[in-house]
């Protein structure tokens, strides 16, 4: 059979397309890049293209002819072809027999269902001939299927980094730009690109942080490897200020509230500590401690209900701890004993990202409420970076993949739509 102007036969392997089995079939697929073969009709074709990741957005894609032969055609199934994760939403497709005016709507027939019961399949003087119009989704959320995605770089690579915030509003501040040089700086990210603005008032790295773009807290950290600080920073949404310090100056602490009511747990202040102290809004009180002493964990949540997991002391630790407001308790361990590892979320619905489990990885770890699970992996194996948001929609910038980076992360139900895949009787 011809199709798309070649002859071709056998099995074709498209592994990113979900719905349709090529076994036995003629098949071919056409990508966004194909777009440049001819294989689109560009201008009939109103989804924007993003070259650098040979992606569509939402709108039409339109091909140009893509069979043409005296054989009649008697059914077709479509599919789209996507990286990383199928869509929650599917697109449509529209069915073409003639020059491409008139239209023989097939809604919803993406995803493997056969398209018979068409009309237009009268020949063109003994030719048959099709084309394709597919309509795509201004949105591919799967509400269980998640990936991350890169996105909107930081203005500097940088490690030992705190961050808070949302996927569409967060803030990051401090770190550590190489050779232990600790910086001030402090970012914003608006949901597609980081900006500069006011510092802190002193450079420091391995600190935590937690709060909103409005109303953020800088906790603890380091001026040098060897220089722990007890400073409490309170961000207004455009300036910090020092505020009332912590009982006891440390590094690789974690911190999840408010700046109204927060927790702060763990750390190494000349000793590793299993110290929380409680945020009231205006000073730190010292309450019931962690189950072991340990930095460099993971952690999420509030001053009545948070989550610790991870960290390091002499070895990697695998322990999860759960607060319920008055005290720790241990639950379910990690997968895998680790450390540095960002985490967002709550008690009941958390993500543990990246970490150092005595190599660099890539692993993301989901956790229910009772036990942990692994997930689909971040796009390169990271340490030493924050991570933000929830386990449906989460952010993940900086850290330390063999090198310093300023990589952000999304994380997000969303399958990039890289094509479509079609298949004739």
Not at 139 to 155: I, N, Q
Not at 189 to 206: I, N
Not at 290 to 302: H, I, R
């Amino acid at each position: 059979m011809k199709l798309l102007g070649v002859t071709i036969g056998g099995t074709l392997n498209y592994p990113m397309s979900q719905g349709i089995d090529s076994s036995g079939f003629i098949a071919e697929l056409y990508t966004a890049a194909a777009g440049a073969a001819g294989l689109i009709d560009t201008v009939n074709t109103s989804s924007p293209y993003n070259a650098t990741q040979d992606t569509y957005g939402s709108g039409i894609v339109q091909t140009i002819q893509l069979y043409e032969s005296a054989t009649p055609i008697t059914s077709i199934q479509t599919d789209e072809v996507l990286e990383n994760a199928p869509p929650g939403t599917r697109g449509t497709v529209d069915v073409s027999f003639d020059n491409g005016s008139s239209w023989s709507t097939a809604t919803n027939n993406i995803g493997g269902d056969s398209i018979s019961s068409f009309t237009g399949t009268s020949s063109d003087g003994g030719t048959y001939k099709l084309k394709l119009k597919f309509t795509i989704g201004s949105s591919y959320v799967s509400a269980t299927d998640h990936v991350w995605v890169t996105t909107g770089s930081l203005t500097e690579a940088k490690i030992s980094l705190a961050g808070c915030g949302t996927t569409s509003d967060a803030l990051c501040f401090g770190g550590d730009t190489g050779a232990t040089v600790v910086i001030s700086t402090t970012e914003i990210w608006s949901g597609s690109s980081w900006a500069t603005t006011t510092a802190l008032t002193e450079a420091k790295a391995q600190l935590t942080g937690c709060g909103t773009t409005s109303a953020a807290l800088c906790i603890g950290g380091g001026t040098t490897a060897s220089a722990e600080v007890n400073t409490t920073e309170i961000w207004s949404g455009s300036s910090w200020s020092t505020t009332t310090v912590l009982t006891e100056a440390k590094h690789g602490a974690v911190g999840c509230g408010t700046t109204s009511a927060a927790l702060a747990f763990g750390g190494n202040s000349d000793a590793i500590v299993n110290t929380t102290e409680k945020w009231a809004g205006s000073s730190w009180v010292t309450t019931t401690v962690l189950t072991e002493a340990k930095y460099s964990m993971g952690g999420c949540g509030t001053t009545s209900a948070a989550l610790c997991f991870g960290g390091y002391s002499d070895a990697n630790i695998a322990t999860t701890e759960k607060w319920a407001g008055s005290s720790w308790v241990t639950t379910t361990v990690i997968l895998t004993a680790s450390n540095t590892m960002g985490g967002c979320g709550t008690t009941s619905d958390a993500l543990s990202i990246g970490g150092h489990t005595g190599t660099v990885v890539n692993t993301t770890l989901i956790w229910n409420g009772s036990i942990w699970a692994t997930t689909t992996v971040l796009t390169q194996s990271k340490f030493d970076m924050p991570g933000c948001g929830t386990t449906s929609d989460a952010l993940c910038f900086g850290g330390n993949p063999g090198t310093y980076t300023n990589t952000t992360e999304k994380w997000g139900g969303v399958g990039l739509q890289k094509g479509f895949v079609a298949k004739i009787n």
